[in-house]
């Protein structure tokens, strides 16, 4: 399937599956009038972010890639009143849009913007926001999405119960049927 087909079966879903939602059509519509990069993520795709948070019952969520506040505000959807969201954004005007897309849909108490490199970000969020995070998106600069894993499969797995990530029940699983290769993922 190429990228037109693609697009095409994405927007039929969307728009037969997804009811009209007026806060990300408004956030969609600041975003273009704002003249952002047009790369938010596609209505199925922040509807697949708010399943996985809803399914995992996260109560911390982390974003990596702001932009204006799309995909944020599907992911603040799934949290609980007293959740969080911390949003990493390298570019001061993007996140200016962004917080206002997000207070309009009524979840800036739930989620706070960090302003700069992500990478330099990432050692403010392990002091600041002292815990796990249930879930962590990575919708940044590309070149950096290496170390964002390294970073989330790193430092931030040592903050975890390791009954409480996937890759600790995975560990566990397989050092007890003797899997030589079950340190892998270090």
Request: glycine share 8%.
């Amino acid at each position: 399937m190429n990228q037109e087909q693609w697009t095409a079966v994405d927007a039929y879903l969307g728009a037969a599956l997804l009811p009209p939602d007026p806060a990300l059509e408004a956030t969609r519509l600041a975003n273009s009038s704002a003249r952002l990069p047009a790369i938010d993520v596609s209505p199925c795709q922040g509807k697949l972010l708010y399943l996985l948070a809803l399914m995992l019952g996260a109560r911390r969520i982390l974003e990596i890639g702001t932009l204006g506040g799309y995909s944020t505000i599907w992911m603040a959807k799934a949290l609980p009143v007293d959740g969080l969201l911390v949003s990493l954004e390298a570019d001061p005007k993007h996140s200016l849009v962004a917080q206002q897309n997000i207070d309009r849909a009524g979840f800036g108490k739930l989620v706070h913007i960090l302003i700069g490199d992500a990478l330099e970000s990432l050692p403010k969020v392990t002091t600041d926001y002292k815990g796990a995070f249930d879930l962590i998106f990575i919708d940044a600069d590309e070149a950096s999405t290496p170390e964002y894993f390294r970073w989330a499969l790193g430092e931030h797995r040592s903050q975890c119960p390791r009954d409480a990530s996937p890759y600790g029940k995975w560990w566990r699983r397989n050092q007890s049927h003797g899997h030589r290769n079950s340190d892998r993922w270090h």
